[in-house]
Each structure stands twice: as C-alpha cells, then as structure tokens.
C-alpha cells in the first residue's frame, strides 16, 4: 500500500536509520508544494537548515530563491525542495554512501508522491546518486538526462557558487534552459498577474 504524506512525515522525522539522527537538531523533510512539475533536491542540511528544519536556507538559500524567481519558480507555490539526506552531516561533510542509501528510500517516497516531470539536483552529491555516478557537474549541467519518465538535470550547488561567484552566469542559465523545457511541456506555468480592476 502506497504511503500517504501523513504516513511519511512523521515516520521521517522520528527516523534513526542512519548515524546522522545523533547530532542532528531537526529532520529537514522538505518544503514546497506537494503537487509540483519539478522538484530540486541537494545533498543535505547544512546548519542554518539544521536549527530551521527547512533546505536551503542560510546564504545559499537566498541565492538559490533569488535564481528561482528569476524564472518564475518558488518554493512556496510551485516546487518541492528536498535532500539527500534529511539529517545535517557534521561540518557539512559530504553524506557518506551508507548515509545516503539510508536516506533514499524517504526521498523515494516522496518522488513517488509528488510525481515530478523535471528533478533538478543542486550539486555534485545529487547529481552522482540520482542521474549517474560519473557525472561531471561542472561540465555537465544544464544538461537534460531521461530515467523512468522523469527529466533530470544538474546545477552547481549555491554554496559552491557563493565560493566561486565566477560561476553564477554559467549556473544562471541552466535555470532558464529548465524554464525553457517548461514551457515547451507547459508546466508550472507562469502565474498570472492578480486581477485587480479598482
Ligand atoms: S539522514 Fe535520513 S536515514 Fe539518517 S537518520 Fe536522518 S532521516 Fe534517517
């Protein structure tokens, strides 16, 4: 029997799997809408998302928000953010393997609740685990790989464009290449203004 979102998020915070429940401060679940065409998923919590229980929060957050408008895509209407792994790595380590097979199987769940046409992994972790394990993320992403029916593409990770801001034009493009394919496939459309007629 297929889980339900009632089911999932409270097993998933309660979860101890992996070593990651021992330090952490919050299971960061996900955040967006639960219906939506695309979803972008990283490779776990860093601090600030630790002590909030949200993805993409501290600097890297307000840049990856920023990008997100400037395609007409947010987090509180149109995507759904998840990770890796919903538990913070010490010192913003990389997850180890183990971890992230621990973790998959509520990422699993939630893709297969959410049914997304597009998944857009921010960073080399995701990318590696989801799309192939000898992807090239600084040479190919922005690139759009098919698996299972679903459309997948990499992007740098924001805290990896905050280190090297150099690379923002290049990461900025792979996001209107998504807006393109999603107004090819006419998805998340964008929202029509308010109609305001006083
Ligand atoms: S990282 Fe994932 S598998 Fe590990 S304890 Fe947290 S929720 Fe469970």
């Known amino acids: 029997m297929k889980m339900t979102w009632e089911d999932l998020e409270p097993a998933c915070k ?57 395609v007409d895509l947010d987090r509180n209407t149109n995507i759904f953010i998840a990770n890796i792994v919903k538990c913070r790595p010490p010192k913003n380590r990389d997850p180890e393997p183990g971890e992230q097979e621990a973790c998959l199987p509520w990422l699993r769940a939630q893709v297969s609740l959410i049914r997304p046409k597009i998944i857009v992994c921010l960073g080399r972790v995701a990318a590696m685990k989801l799309i192939k394990p000898d992807i090239k993320i600084t040479k190919e992403h922005g690139i759009f790989f098919e698996k299972g029916g679903v459309l997948m593409m990499g992007t740098l990770h924001p805290a990896a464009l905050l280190r090297n801001p150099h690379n923002k034009p290049g990461a900025f493009e792979d996001f209107l290449k998504l807006r393109k394919k999603l107004d090819e496939l006419q998805l998340a459309p964008v929202e029509s203004e308010p109609f305001d007629c006083f």
């Open 14 to 70: 309660e979860c101890r799997r992996c070593g990651l429940c021992e330090t952490r401060t919050n299971v960061v679940f996900g955040v967006g809408n639960r219906n939506a065409d695309v979803m972008f998923i990283g490779e776990g919590p860093g601090e600030n998302e630790d002590l909030q229980g949200e993805p993409f929060v501290g600097r890297g957050g307000q840049l990856l928000d920023k990008m997100l408008a400037a």
